[in-house]
Nanobody, 119 residues
Framework: QVQLVESGGGLVQAGESLRLSCAASGRFRSINAMRWYRQSPGKQRELVAGISSGGSTTYADSVKGRFTISGDNAKNTVYLQMNSLKPEDTAVYYC?????????????WGQGTQVTVPS
């Protein structure tokens, strides 16, 4: 059974920083891509950042220059470094990964971690 476990969320004042981690465990052959999504009350789920197995990255316009996604292949872990946090960054952040299981690539989701930035 494959699992994605997020950690690092919490309550942080505006302007401060936080680092989220997502560790993949279980039976899989390789990681094709990993992404971070977020969802806040009254808003649709949105892609925050993503990284491919080749190292290519993508970011939402709202976080460019403030957030950085990176990965550690040895630990099967992806990180999201969040700097200069704003109240509008408040959301539940979900880790998403495309993992090669046996011969097929399958998308998995973590349980989410809450990030709160009070105004």
């Amino acid at each position: 059974q494959v699992q994605l476990v997020e950690s690092g969320g919490g309550l942080v004042q505006a302007g401060e920083s936080l680092r989220l981690s997502c560790a993949a465990s279980g039976r899989f052959r390789s990681i094709n891509a990993m992404r971070w999504y977020r969802q806040s009350p009254g808003k649709q789920r949105e892609l925050v950042a993503g990284i491919s197995s080749g190292g290519s990255t993508t970011y939402a316009d709202s976080v460019k220059g403030r957030f950085t996604i990176s990965g550690d292949n040895a630990k099967n872990t992806v990180y999201l470094q969040m700097n200069s946090l704003k109240p509008e960054d408040t959301a539940v952040y979900y880790c998403n990964a495309d993992l090669r299981v046996i011969s097929a690539v399958t998308r998995f989701w973590g349980q989410g971690t809450q990030v709160t930035v009070p105004s």
